[in-house]
């Protein structure tokens, strides 16, 4: 039924028969405090815990230490490789990226789509800072001309408007000459 709290009443029960209802009132007893450490565990993971401890369970059981113990391991390395990632944005080291091979399933989802994040911010950045680096040297570029969205679209704009201007301001002075 799903009862966990459900035990045999072993008063009902006599002899051999009681020890047994005994033994199986342990084990399962035992099954359960089990499982409610390994889940109080993950319910910490599910609170961003990853330091939640976890005893060694004996025998057969540590295969359950065994697989949180991966779970922890996996979601620590996302956690270190976003942290670096985080890290080298603010020190302004655009070109860093994740490798994503060292994770798996949705884990590599993740670096991966934050991998390309990076690229799709940056590629955007870096013909902004070549634009203005040139008009800075005199050398004015052709508009812009690549297909770009939202608020690097409204950047592309910008340039190109102060690439008109430029070229306007200087067949102004080539007229006034």
Excluded at 16 to 41: D, E, L, P, S, Y
């Amino acid at each position: 039924r799903g009862d966990i709290d459900v035990v045999i009443p072993v008063d009902r029960f006599e002899g051999a028969f009681g020890v047994m209802a005994q033994g199986v009132n342990g084990m399962v007893a035992g099954h359960i405090a089990v499982k409610k450490k390994a889940m109080a565990c993950i319910a910490e993971f599910g609170k961003g815990n990853f330091e939640a401890p976890l005893e060694r369970f004996p025998g057969k059981k540590a295969f359950i230490n065994d697989t949180i113990e991966q779970v922890r391991v996996n979601l620590k390395s996302l956690i270190a490789d976003t942290d670096r990632l985080i890290k080298a944005a603010v020190e302004g080291k655009l070109a860093t990226r994740a490798d994503a091979s060292r994770h798996q399933g949705d884990f590599r989802r993740i670096v991966e789509g934050v991998n390309q994040t990076l690229d799709a911010v940056i590629g955007p950045l870096n013909v902004a800072a070549d634009y203005v680096d040139k008009i800075s040297r005199g050398a004015i570029p052709a508009k812009i001309t690549d297909t770009y969205h939202g608020d690097f679209n409204t950047i592309k704009n910008n340039l190109n408007t102060c690439i008109d201007n430029i070229n306007a301001l200087v067949a102004d002075t080539d007229r006034l000459v």
